[in-house]
C-alpha cells in the first residue's frame, strides 16, 4: 500500500491522522467470518488488525520502526472510538478493543477528520513588530542604489553638481546607536528566517505562534552553556533537583558513579523509576506546549535522504525553548542515550530491551499536546528515538548561526542604526546593510552529479580547444603539435568543433618500399 510523507504545515497531525485511516481502510484485508453459528461477511479479527496495522506504521516513514505492539493496539483503540471501525453488531464509540479474535468492519460512513480552513479572525491577535518589519534597515545595497539612480535621470545637471558639491555633513543621515532590543530582535528574526528556510514553508505563523518566541531564551541557550554543551541556569531553582541529577548521574555512569550506593538486587530499576516519575510529574512536556506543533511539523523531514536537515531544523528549534526546559532535555537525552548503549547495564524491564524501554518511558513526558490528540504517542516515539541517536549534533550550539549573528550585529554597531521617520535628502528612507540571507544546496543524484560533471568539463575543454585556435602568439609548429595531442585526448570535442578534419579517409598509408614484398607462402602440412 502507497503511502507519502506529509510535510510541514498546518494541521499536520490530523493530516497524519486521515492518512493511517486511508491506508487502513483501503489495505486491511476483510473476508467472512463465522463466530457464533453466525456467518459475517467483509469483516476481520482483531488480532489480523494489530498485525495488519503494525507492520504498516513500522514501515511507514512518518512513524519508523520503533513502534510497538501495544502502540497499535492504543491506536486500534482509538480508531473504535472514532468510528473508524466498530464491531460487527455495529457498536462504537469506547475502547476496549483488545488483541483477541474480536470481530470487526468497516463502517459506510467517511471516517476522515475535516482539516480547518486557516482564516483570519476579526478579533485576531496582531503579529508583533519586529526589527525586520522596519522598512528602512533591511534594506539591500542595491535597491538603494537603483532608487537614487532613478531620481537623479531627470535631474538638471548643474543642480545635480551643486548637490555633490555640498558638504559631507549636510548630507549624513542622524544615526543612532544599537539598542538591546534590535541586538534581540536581530537574534529572533535570523534564528526565524534560517528555520523558515529550513522547513520550507512560506510562512511560520501556520506552524508557530510567534508570541512565544522569546529572544532572550535563544541568547541565553547559544551563550550561557558550559564546557560539555549544557545550558547553564542563572536561577537554579529553576534547575533539576539535587536527587534527580543524582539519580540521573547513577544510571548514565553505572556501574563507576559511585562505589558507595546501594547493590541490592533491583537497584538500578528503582532509580529508573524514580528518574521516569519526576519527569511525568512536571506541569508540561519538557518541548512544552506552544512549541508542540512545530516540533510535529519537523518529523515531516525525519528522512533518511532528509537527516542532515532534520537535524539542522530540530537545532534551531529546540533553541526557542526556555533554557530550564532546554536544560532537562539535554540532561534526559544524554542518560537516555548512555543507558541504551550501556552494555553492563542490567536490564531495566524482563521483556522490552533497554533501548525500546527508554523511547517508550520518556516519549510521553518529551512531546504532547494540551489538547489530546489521537497520535501523541506514536509522534512522540518517533521524534524522541531520532533526538537519543542524535543528541549530541542536535543539542549543540550551532557556531556558524551565532557566527553569523554576532558579525551581523557587530557591523551594525560601527555603521549605527539610522533614526526611523527621518527622511535623506531626496526623501527616501535610508538603506542599510541586509539582513543576511541563508540558503543550502539540493542534494541531487549521482546520475544528475556525472551530468553536470561531464557538461562542465566538456565546456571546459571546447574553450581550451577554441584558445588553441585563436592564439596569435603561438607558433603554427606548436598550434598543430597541441591541435594533434587534443584530437588525440578528446577526439568527440574535435570533430564538433572541426568537421572536415574528422578523418573520412582513416585508411592508413603503406609506404611505396612495403609494396614490393612478396607475400609468404602460407605454412601447410604437405610442405
Excluded at 544599537?178 to 534564528?191: A, K, S, Y
Excluded at 558513579?257 to 512536556?285: C, H, I, M, W
Aim: hydrophobic residues 35%; proline residues 7%; aromatic residues 8%.
Amino acid at each position: 500500500m502507497s503511502s507519502h510523507v506529509i510535510t510541514p504545515g498546518p494541521y499536520r497531525a490530523t493530516k497524519l491522522w486521515n492518512e493511517v485511516t486511508r491506508l487502513f481502510r483501503a489495505g486491511m484485508p476483510v473476508r467472512k467470518h463465522r463466530q457464533n453459528f453466525r456467518h459475517h461477511s467483509a469483516c476481520f479479527t482483531a488480532s489480523a488488525a494489530v498485525d495488519w496495522m503494525h507492520q504498516l506504521l513500522r514501515s511507514n516513514s512518518n512513524f519508523g520502526p520503533d513502534v510497538t505492539r501495544q502502540q497499535t493496539v492504543q491506536l486500534l483503540k482509538k480508531f473504535l472510538k472514532n468510528h473508524v471501525v466498530e464491531d460487527v453488531k455495529g457498536r462504537w464509540g469506547t475502547e476496549d478493543l483488545e488483541d483477541n479474535n474480536t470481530l470487526y468492519r468497516f463502517p459506510s460512513t467517511s471516517p476522515l477528520k475535516p482539516i480547518p480552513c486557516p482564516a483570519s479572525a476579526p478579533g485576531s491577535i496582531k503579529k508583533k513588530s519586529s526589527f525586520r518589519d522596519k522598512e528602512s534597515f533591511f534594506r539591500f545595497r542595491s535597491i538603494k542604489k537603483q532608487l537614487e539612480k532613478e531620481t537623479q535621470e531627470n535631474v538638471d545637471p548643474a543642480l545635480q553638481a551643486a548637490g555633490e558639491n555640498e558638504p559631507i555633513g549636510e548630507q549624513q543621515v542622524p544615526r543612532r546607536e544599537l539598542t538591546v532590543e534590535d541586538e534581540q530582535e536581530i537574534w529572533r528574526d535570523i534564528t526565524l528566517t534560517h528555520l523558515q528556510r529550513i522547513l520550507g514553508v512560506a510562512s511560520l505563523n501556520d506552524v508557530l505562534d510567534q508570541r512565544y518566541v522569546n529572544p532572550q531564551n535563544i541568547i541565553h541557550n547559544m551563550t550561557k552553556v558550559n564546557k560539555h554543551g549544557v545550558v547553564t541556569l542563572d536561577d537554579k531553582t529553576n534547575d533539576l533537583p539535587h536527587w534527580v541529577l543524582s539519580a540521573m548521574k547513577s544510571l548514565a555512569n553505572w556501574p563507576k558513579y559511585d562505589n558507595a550506593q546501594p547493590s541490592y538486587p533491583g537497584f538500578e530499576r528503582d532509580v529508573f523509576k524514580t528518574v521516569s516519575d519526576y519527569f511525568y510529574s512536571l506541569p508540561q512536556p519538557v518541548l512544552t506546549y506552544e512549541l508542540y506543533e512545530l516540533f510535529i511539523n519537523v518529523l515531516g523531514l525525519l528522512q533518511p535522504q532528509c537527516e542532515r536537515v532534520a537535524i539542522e531544523a530540530l537545532q534551531l528549534c529546540t533553541l526557542l525553548l526556555p533554557p530550564n526546559s532546554r536544560r532537562k532535555l539535554q540532561l534526559l537525552m544524554r542518560m537516555m542515550s548512555r543507558i541504551s548503549q550501556n552494555v553492563d547495564m542490567p536490564r531495566l524491564h524482563p521483556v522490552i530491551g533497554t533501548r525500546t524501554l527508554m523511547v517508550h518511558t520518556f516519549s510521553g513526558c518529551v512531546l504532547g499536546s494540551a489538547e489530546e490528540c489521537d497520535l501523541d504517542e506514536l509522534l512522540a516515539t518517533r521524534l524522541v528515538s531520532f533526538l537519543m541517536d542524535h543528541q549530541h549534533s542536535i543539542l549543540s550550539v550551532p557556531e556558524y548561526l551565532l557566527s553569523a549573528i554576532n558579525d551581523h550585529i557587530q557591523y551594525l554597531r560601527t555603521v549605527q542604526v539610522p533614526i526611523d521617520g527621518v527622511p535623506n535628502v531626496d526623501g527616501i528612507n535610508p538603506a542599510c546593510v541586509p539582513m543576511p540571507m541563508y540558503a543550502f544546496c539540493r542534494q541531487i543524484s549521482g546520475a544528475e552529479f556525472e551530468q553536470q560533471k561531464l557538461a562542465s568539463s566538456q565546456k571546459a575543454m571546447e574553450e581550451l580547444l577554441e584558445m588553441l585556435l585563436t592564439d596569435r602568439n603561438m607558433s603554427e609548429k606548436d598550434r598543430c603539435k597541441k591541435l594533434k595531442q587534443f584530437q588525440k585526448q578528446y577526439p568527440d570535442i574535435y570533430c564538433r568543433r572541426l568537421p572536415s578534419s574528422d578523418g573520412t579517409n582513416n585508411k592508413p598509408k603503406i609506404k611505396a618500399p612495403l609494396l614490393n614484398i612478396k607475400k609468404s607462402k602460407a605454412f601447410s602440412i604437405r610442405n
